[in-house]
T-cell receptor
Framework: QKEVEQDPGPLSVPEGAIVSLNCTYSNSAFQYFMWYRQYSRKGPELLMYTYSSGNKEDGRFTAQVDKSSKYISLFIRDSQPSDSATYLCAMRGPSQGAQKLVFGQGTRLTINP | DAGITQSPRHKVTETGTPVTLRCHQTENHRYMYWYRQDPGHGLRLIHYSYGVKDTDKGEVSDGYSVSRSKTEDFLLTLESATSSQTSVYFC????????????FGPGTRLTVT
């Protein structure tokens, strides 16, 4: 079993819809949770990160962490065609000196005009 | 991709040949990483560096070596390339000891025939 599970999709929604992207994980030591966006043939770019549980909002994006369920989500409001990309979740634990992120395999998202 | 370049961007090589990929940063970040990205596996850490001449293994380090003689350069060498090393390779950098804010380069697409 992978430490981080992410549905690869593809996920296709109409423009303006609310998108929900999710990851589950098995390692209860994970404390930092990140979301990256990757356009085709480009490197991943960091969207946002959260520490421990709770919500974090940045414009149209909201990241949510539920540590009790080992489940994280990224919500995109008022989705735009420019949001079409692969979204990767990533996590790490508190170990000092080992800044190793564990990534999900990514969800491919298409926003249809 | 600001501040991070990778070279070459594309390479085709034959099985058994050595290959070196270069990552160059202008951000003066202490931490540098090499990942590979494959369908169904997401991003997997190969090696990382926490300072000049300080490196450590990641999840999939077999068949790879790294060197960092200057803050700005991190080299990944495939000692004897195999077809299973056909992949897209990404370099990432981080300023924070936590490593949760990693910034990725544009990637190198390597094909081993």
């Amino acid at each position: 079993q992978k430490e981080v599970e992410q549905d690869p999709g593809p996920l296709s929604v109409p423009e303006g819809a609310i998108v929900s992207l999710n990851c589950t994980y098995s390692n209860s030591a994970f404390q930092y949770f990140m979301w990256y966006r990757q356009y085709s043939r480009k490197g991943p770019e960091l969207l946002m990160y959260t520490y421990s549980s709770g919500n974090k909002e940045d414009g149209r994006f909201t990241a949510q962490v539920d540590k009790s369920s080992k489940y994280i989500s990224l919500f995109i409001r008022d989705s735009q065609p420019s949001d079409s990309a692969t979204y990767l979740c990533a996590m790490r634990g508190p170990s000092q000196g080992a800044q190793k992120l564990v990534f999900g395999q990514g969800t491919r998202l298409t926003i249809n005009p | 991709d600001a501040g991070i370049t990778q070279s070459p961007r594309h390479k085709v090589t034959e099985t058994g040949t050595p290959v070196t990929l270069r990552c160059h940063q202008t951000e003066n970040h202490r931490y540098m990483y090499w990942y590979r990205q494959d369908p169904g596996h997401g991003l997997r850490l190969i090696h990382y560096s926490y300072g000049v001449k300080d490196t450590d293994k990641g999840e999939v380090s077999d068949g790879y070596s790294v060197s960092r003689s200057k803050t700005e350069d991190f080299l990944l060498t495939l000692e004897s390339a195999t077809s299973s090393q056909t992949s897209v390779y990404f370099c990432a950098i981080s300023e924070s000891a936590g490593g949760y804010e990693q910034y990725f380069g544009p990637g190198t697409r390597l094909t081993v025939t």
